[in-house]
């Protein structure tokens, strides 16, 4: 497999590069690259290393498939003309049911240079979350970002994924890691006890 190869890696890790250079591009824009370098691109390459030393594992394929189609839809969402065609079917009603976000993410195993990440997903119970692939692709956007930091950051070997019925309309979404005593001092010197913060942007660690 190619995507956890040093050229792979640094192609994919260049995207936005250029934009970046110049002077001032929009945050729209500056997001929209983070997500097409990052995404489940990330989870992908890192999820290679471990199936390229167990290429017939069908479960490991799987999740692998997964990653790759996740990934695909978000680049179509952001960028529509990537295939217009494919774009069009995103955008038909077809209701999507909650357990397609968590089951891809139960035991994915994800190897870093020092350190392998084990995710943990759990939901108990049934409903359909969105209409739209494109919906979808919104979800998925906002879960990799917050599952690829918790694994990059985590001082444990376990990410856990929860997500909690608290109503007939709402849901909450907890994405957990366990934090180092660096950590937590920066947290504490960073923003005291009002970590809402950390949603509005401009943090990462």
């Known amino acids: 497999m190619q995507f ?3 050229e792979f890696l640094r192609t994919a890790q260049a995207i936005g590069t250029a934009t970046y250079a110049l002077d001032d591009p929009p945050h729209e824009l500056r997001k929209a690259c983070h ?4 995404g489940a691109l990330t989870a992908l390459t890192s999820f290679s290393r471990l199936l390229s030393r167990r290429p017939g594992d069908q479960h490991l394929v799987r999740k692998a498939v997964f990653l790759a189609r996740d990934h695909a839809k978000m680049m179509r969402s952001i960028l529509p003309d990537l295939d217009e065609a494919i774009h069009a079917a995103d955008e038909r009603v077809k209701r999507h049911s909650i357990h ?3 089951d891809k993410w139960h035991e994915i195993t994800v190897e870093m240079v020092s350190k392998r990440i084990r995710v943990v997903a759990l939901c108990d119970f049934e409903c359909y979350i969105t209409s739209r692939c494109l919906e979808s692709s919104a979800v998925d956007r906002i879960l990799y970002n917050y599952i690829n930091n918790a694994v990059r950051f985590s001082d444990g070997e376990i990410v856990r994924l929860t997500v ?3 109503n007939s309309v709402l849901t909450r979404w907890v994405v957990e890691n366990q ?3 660096r950590q937590k001092v920066w947290l504490h010197k960073t923003l005291g ?5 950390l949603f509005q942007g401009g943090y990462t660690q």
Not at 35 to 38: P, S
């Open 100 to 102: 397609e976000f968590v």
């Open 179 to 181: 934090l180092t005593n």
């Open 4 to 6: 956890y190869t040093p």
């Open 35 to 38: 997500d097409l370098r990052g």
């Open 164 to 166: 909690i019925r608290l």
């Open 193 to 197: 006890d009002e970590l809402a913060g």
